[in-house]
T-cell receptor, first 112, second 114 residues
């Protein structure tokens, strides 16, 4: 069964540094998403991406966040200047209408 | 604004028992509901997707039901096994012209006692 692949599985970074989280979605998915889950809290929506542009973003997704699909396959989430409160699991997901979501295994980001 | 609630937050049952996990949502204008499993520190594995036109969906020992009018879904696990221990999440989409961002519940942490 096709999978959504995320790398790295765990990243530790110093506060103020930039990080790039990477995802390879399933090729026939049309919509792509980033979600995050702070330890002990709900999974929450960050941003959706369709046809090479952002279709919706949450209030969490401020100017320090950006997404790209530079080569038609990889899908990246960049955090420009990390803060302690950015520590969370970040999940990439893809979706085809009617068929539901497929999530990646996540990247655990620890900001120190 | 859609709110999704899962009760109980945690559940422990002996191996072999059947069990039911509950999910409720405040806005019944949904067109599907998805159940996920999450192992500690891991990703989300899709278990079942129920369309609004369906009342039930089955996969192996799992059966999910959906009652839109009452804003409820249940996940029934038959003959539970220690490997079923995980957190179970339900999620409903908010559709915006095909873009379906999900609203998640807080999950039920299930422990199966051998």
């Amino acid at each position: 069964e096709p999978e959504v692949t995320q790398t790295p599985s765990h990243q530790v970074t110093q506060m103020g540094q930039e990080v790039i989280l990477r995802c390879v979605p399933i090729s026939n998915h049309l919509y792509f998403y980033w979600y995050r889950q702070i330890l002990g809290q709900k999974v929450e929506f960050l941003v959706s991406f369709y046809n090479n542009e952002i279709s919706e973003k949450s209030e969490i997704f401020d100017d320090q966040f950006s997404v790209e699909r530079p080569d038609g396959s990889n899908f990246t989430l960049k955090i420009r200047s990390t803060k302690l409160e950015d520590s969370a699991m970040y999940f990439c997901a893809g979706q085809r209408q009617v068929y539901g979501y497929t999530f990646g295994s996540g990247t655990r980001l620890t900001v120190v | 604004k859609q709110e999704v609630t899962q009760i109980p937050a945690a559940l422990s049952v002996p191996e072999g028992e059947n069990l039911v996990l509950n999910c409720s949502f405040t806005d019944s204008a949904i067109y599907n509901l998805q159940w996920f499993r999450q192992d500690p520190g891991k990703g989300l594995t899709s278990l079942l997707l129920i369309q609004s036109s369906q009342r039930e969906q089955t996969s192996g020992r799992l059966n999910a039901s959906l009652d839109k009018s009452s804003g409820r879904s249940t996940l029934y696990i038959a003959a539970s096994q220690p490997g079923d221990s995980a957190t179970y999440l339900c999620a409903v989409p908010i559709s915006n012209f095909g873009n379906e961002k999900l609203t998640f519940g807080t999950g039920t942490r299930l422990t199966i006692i051998p």
